[in-house]
C-alpha cells in the first residue's frame, strides 16, 4: 500500500525567511505527486504536481519541489516566505495524502 | 474555472439521525470523491466513483455509502450518524483517465458536527 509521510506536523519560520516542508512517499512503481495549500477554512488547492520529467517543479505562489527518487522525498520549498503563506500544506502521491504541515509565519 | 460546491459549510446533526452531503461539480468530470479531514490525520479517502452509479470503497468507507445518479452529483451519506464521524469533509472531482494522475479540485467542505 502506497503512504506519504510528512516530518513535520508544523514548522514555525520568520517572515522572508526560506521554508522547506518535508515529503516522503512509499517507493511504487510509478508515482503521481502532488503538494496541496489549504487556507483557513478553504478546501484545498493545488501548488504543484510531478508526474515525469525534470525533477524540479515549479508552482503557483514561488514554490518549488524537487523529485528525488533514490531518496523517496518531494519536498516543497520557498525562497522567501510571506504571511499570506500561513496555511496547512499537503502533500500527495494521487489518491494518499500526507498528514500535512502546518506553516507558521512569524513577522 | 472549475467548481465544486458543497451543500452546507456548517452542519450539526444528532446521533443517530440520517444525513446527507451533497456535493455537485460543474465542469462534467468523471470521477468524483469524498474524504474526511481530522487533525493529525490528513484526508482520508472515505468512496469514490468513477462513472454514474458506479462506486469504489476508499480506505475508510464504514458507517458511509454514496449515491451517484447523475454526473454532476455526488452524495455522502451517513445511514446513522455517530459522534465518531463528527469532521470536516471534503468533496473533489477530476477529469477523465487515471484516477491517481489527475490534480483534484476540492470544494470548500462541510464542517459536520455529531451531538
Known amino acids: 500500500a502506497q503512504s506519504v509521510t510528512q516530518l513535520d506536523s508544523q514548522v514555525p519560520v520568520f517572515e522572508e525567511a526560506p521554508v522547506e516542508l518535508r515529503c516522503n512517499y512509499s517507493?511504487?512503481?510509478?508515482?503521481?505527486l502532488f503538494w496541496y495549500v489549504q487556507y483557513p477554512n478553504q478546501g484545498l488547492q493545488l501548488l504543484l504536481k510531478?508526474?515525469?520529467?525534470?525533477?524540479l517543479v515549479k508552482g503557483i505562489n514561488g514554490f518549488e519541489a524537487e523529485f528525488n527518487k533514490s531518496q523517496t522525498s518531494f519536498h516543497l520549498r520557498k525562497p522567501s516566505v510571506h504571511i499570506s503563506d500561513t496555511a496547512e500544506y499537503f502533500c500527495a502521491d494521487g489518491l494518499t495524502f500526507g498528514k500535512g504541515t502546518h506553516l507558521i509565519i512569524q513577522p | 474555472d472549475v467548481k465544486v460546491t458543497q451543500s452546507s459549510r456548517y452542519l450539526v446533526k444528532r446521533t443517530g439521525e440520517k444525513v446527507f452531503l451533497e456535493c455537485v461539480q460543474d465542469m462534467d468530470h468523471e470521477n468524483m470523491f469524498w474524504y474526511r479531514q481530522d487533525p493529525g490525520l490528513g484526508l482520508r479517502l472515505i468512496y469514490f466513483s468513477y462513472d454514474v452509479k458506479m462506486k469504489e470503497k476508499g480506505d475508510i468507507p464504514e458507517g458511509y455509502s454514496v449515491s451517484r445518479e447523475k454526473k454532476e452529483r455526488f452524495s455522502l451519506i451517513l445511514e446513522s450518524a455517530s459522534t465518531n464521524q463528527t469532521s470536516m469533509y471534503l468533496c473533489?472531482?477530476?477529469?477523465?483517465?487515471?484516477?491517481?494522475?489527475?490534480?483534484?479540485?476540492f470544494g470548500p467542505g462541510t464542517r459536520l458536527t455529531v451531538l
Open positions: 517507493s511504487s512503481v510509478s508515482v503521481y
Open positions: 473533489a472531482s477530476t477529469p477523465s483517465g487515471g484516477l491517481r494522475g489527475d490534480e483534484q479540485f
Open positions: 510531478y508526474l515525469s520529467g525534470s525533477t
